[in-house]
């Protein structure tokens, strides 16, 4: 497909982009959660044992680790701000 007026061409490493956008019925979503900076504040606890994707646990270590916080806590914060989005509908 060839470009439009105005359209920019842009390249990766794996190739050029195409600038199709998505079609159909969309419908933005509010991102009500926090960002990784903001999730790393102290509250009590439960110990619970809970078996994750190994690229979220990366994920979240990185960004603690970027952030100087521990990546469990930051885990613990996410889910906490999804409770409580939930409990108030």
């Known amino acids: 497909m060839g470009l439009g007026i105005g359209e920019e061409e842009r390249s990766t490493m794996k190739g050029k ?8 019925n969309l419908t933005r979503v509010r991102d009500f959660l926090p960002p990784p ?8 606890t439960a110990k ?5 994707k190994k690229s ?7 960004q603690a680790k970027k952030n100087h916080t521990k990546y469990q806590r930051m885990i613990r914060e996410v889910l ?9 509908a």
Not at 17 to 24: A, C, K, N, Q
Not at 48 to 52: E, G
Not at 80 to 88: C, E, L
């Open 48 to 52: 619970v044992t809970i078996a994750l």
């Open 37 to 44: 900076s903001q999730l790393a504040v102290e509250a009590e």
């Open 80 to 88: 906490d701000h999804y409770a409580s989005h939930y409990q108030a």
């Open 56 to 62: 979220s646990v990366d994920f979240f270590k990185q």
């Open 17 to 24: 982009l195409d600038w199709e956008m998505p079609v159909g």
